[in-house]
């Protein structure tokens, strides 16, 4: 995946119809749109989150209500408005977005300490897990998943550690 243009982002959410079925709703909601996009050119870069409403700055629902916040990147030959015009009915409220910055990572850290390179990672891991989804047509455990993460923290050097991630009532 490409190194976003972060003046060309688009922002749209989905809501999440069940937290406990949200592999499915990525098959369904997600996984085949993106695709489509891809397919025609017209996607250069995406990312998509799973967090409470009020992560998304006007979002119809509930604060406390589930999103899939999605955030792409237009191929260069079209404009912003075109591109809301292409995304699904239940892509809602497609606006540009401003994600200079990404909560939690010291800038500094980064190579030339550029925001896109790791907006970059971000889609990179979005994309990871829709490879994960197509390569699991029928089911994706739990325990096949952990077990794919279990390789990236082991490839980094941080396998066989407990990593603590906060959880949410809401996971």
């Not at 401003?98 to 939690?104: A, L, P, Q, T, V």
């Not at 550029?114 to 979005?126: C, D, H, K, M, Q």
Request: hydrophobic share 35%; net charge negative; charged share 20%.
């Amino acid at each position: 995946m490409k190194r976003p243009n972060l003046s060309r982002i688009i922002e749209a959410y989905i809501p999440v119809n069940d937290p406990t079925n949200y592999i499915a709703q990525l098959r369904s909601d997600v996984l085949p749109s993106i695709r489509e996009l891809q397919s025609f050119g017209h996607l250069r870069w995406f990312s998509f989150l799973f967090h409470p409403a009020k992560q998304f700055s006007s979002c119809d629902l509930k604060d406390d209500e589930l999103i899939i916040h999605i955030r792409f990147e237009p191929s260069p030959d079209l404009s912003q408005n075109k591109f809301n015009e292409l995304l699904p009915e239940h892509f809602c409220k497609p606006q540009p977005a401003n994600i200079e910055k990404i909560s939690g990572l010291e800038q500094v850290l980064l190579h030339e300490s550029n925001w896109a390179e790791a907006w970059r990672l971000v889609g990179e891991s979005a994309e990871w897990v829709l490879e994960l989804l197509e390569t699991h047509p029928d089911k994706l455990s739990p325990q096949q998943i952990i077990q794919f993460l279990h390789f990236i923290t082991n490839s980094i050097g941080i396998g066989n550690k407990c990593i603590y991630t906060p959880y949410h009532q809401y996971c």
